[in-house]
C-alpha cells in the first residue's frame, strides 16, 4: 500500500548544467546543448555520474519506485521528440502560447518514424544500477503533437497518431531492457481540451498498444519554477482517461490545492497523487504530507493511492529535493502504518 514514487526529473548537479541558464529558457522543445557544461567528448560519461547520484538519492530517501532522473534531458520532451525522422531540427518553427510567449518549436516536415532506440540506454543503464522497481519516462503523443508545428501532415490527429506509434516502437525496447513503470508525459491534455477529447486517448492507447508493466499518464499544471500564475483547482480533461488502457493517472494536486472529489471519475485506475508541494521551497513535514495523503484515502483505497511530488523536481535546490522525497517517504510510512 502506498507505494512512493517520484514523477521522473530530479536536480542536475550545477557542475553538469548551467541551472542559471537553464531557469532563465522557457522548457526547451529544441535542443538546447548550450545548458551543459561538460564538453561533448565526457558529457555522456559525466550524465552518467550524474545519473548515479540521483538513483542513490532516491533510494537513501526510501522511494520505492525510482527514476533515472531524466539526467540526461534538457527537458522532459525535446530529447526524444527531435530525434524522430520526419523533423527537422535545424530550422525551428516558432509558436505562441496563451500568454504571448513565443517559443522555437521542431518543424515536422515528414512522416514520423523512430528509426532507432532514443532513451533504451538510459533505461539499460538504470536497471543495471538499482535493484528497486524502475520506471522510465517519454513524452507522450499528444503533447508532443501540441509543442510542433506541423507542415506535412493534414491534421494534429494524423501527427499525434503517427507520434503514438513512435512512442510504442520505443516503450517496447524499454519494456524489454526491464523498465517496471512506464509513464507518459501529457501536461498538454490541459492546454487544448476540445483536441484532446477528440483524438488523445486514442492516441495514448495506440501508444501503450501491447505495453504490459504497469502505465502510467501524467498530468499537471507545468512546472511551479516555470508557472507563475495562480494554477487552477480543477483539470479541464481528466474524467476522459477512464478510457485510456493506462493502469495509473498521475495528477499535481499539493500546489493547486486540487479538489480531490474529481478522483470519483476514474474509477478502476490507481492514481498517482502530488503530494509534495514544488512551488514551497520549504521542506513539508511528514505530517503535512500524511494529512494530503488522507485527504486521498477520503476517495481512494491505499492500494489504489500512489504517493508522489506533484511534478518533475529538476528545478529545486537538490538538497530541497531530497528533503522533500524523505518528507515524502516518512508521511506515506505513517498513514501506512495507521492502515495496518
Known amino acids: 500500500m502506498l507505494t512512493t514514487t517520484v514523477v521522473g526529473s530530479y536536480p542536475q548537479p550545477d557542475w553538469l548544467v548551467d541551472r542559471a541558464l537553464l531557469l532563465a529558457k522557457r522548457v526547451p522543445r529544441i535542443r538546447e546543448q548550450g545548458i551543459w557544461r561538460i564538453p561533448e567528448p565526457l558529457l555522456e560519461q559525466a550524465q552518467d555520474d550524474a545519473t548515479i547520484v540521483a538513483i542513490r538519492d532516491m533510494e537513501r530517501a526510501g522511494i520505492d519506485v525510482v527514476t533515472d532522473g531524466e539526467i540526461r534531458r534538457e527537458s522532459y520532451s525535446n530529447r526524444f521528440a527531435t530525434a524522430l525522422d520526419g523533423v527537422d531540427i535545424k530550422n525551428p518553427a516558432m509558436i505562441r502560447d496563451r500568454y504571448g510567449n ?149 495528477i499535481e494536486a499539493a500546489q493547486p490545492k486540487l479538489d480531490l472529489g474529481i478522483l470519483g471519475d476514474l474509477a478502476g485506475k490507481t492514481i498517482m497523487l502530488g503530494v509534495i508541494d514544488l512551488a514551497d521551497r520549504n521542506v513539508e513535514s511528514p505530517d503535512t504530507v500524511a494529512a494530503r495523503i488522507r485527504a486521498g484515502l477520503t476517495y481512494l483505497k491505499p492500494e489504489r493511492l500512489v504517493p508522489a511530488p506533484d511534478c518533475g523536481m529538476k528545478y529545486l535546490a537538490r538538497e530541497t529535493a531530497f528533503g522533500k522525497l524523505k518528507a515524502l517517504v516518512e508521511g506515506a510510512r505513517r498513514v501506512r502504518g495507521e492502515l495496518a
Not at 208 to 236: E, M, N, R, W
Request: proline share 8%; net charge neutral; glycine share 4%.
Open 102 to 250: 513565443e517559443t522555437p518549436v521542431p518543424r515536422v516536415v515528414g512522416k514520423i518514424q523512430r528509426t532507432r532506440p532514443i532513451e533504451l540506454r538510459d533505461m539499460q543503464f538504470l536497471r543495471r544500477n538499482t535493484d528497486r522497481p524502475a520506471k522510465i519516462t517519454l513524452p507522450g503523443p499528444f503533447t508532443m503533437a501540441q509543442q510542433a508545428r506541423n507542415e506535412f501532415y493534414p491534421d494534429v490527429e494524423a501527427l499525434a497518431m503517427d507520434l503514438a506509434l513512435a512512442v510504442n516502437a520505443e516503450l517496447r525496447d524499454l519494456q524489454a531492457a526491464g523498465a517496471d513503470v512506464i509513464q507518459l508525459d501529457e501536461p498538454w491534455l490541459r492546454n487544448d481540451p476540445e483536441a484532446a477529447r477528440r483524438f488523445a486517448v486514442r492516441a495514448i492507447n495506440r501508444a501503450l498498444d501491447g505495453i504490459t508493466v504497469p502505465t502510467v499518464v501524467h498530468l499537471c499544471f507545468g512546472y511551479a519554477a516555470v508557472v507563475k500564475t495562480q494554477k487552477p483547482t480543477g483539470y479541464s480533461f481528466l474524467p476522459q482517461l477512464a478510457d485510456s488502457i493506462a493502469t495509473q493517472i498521475s
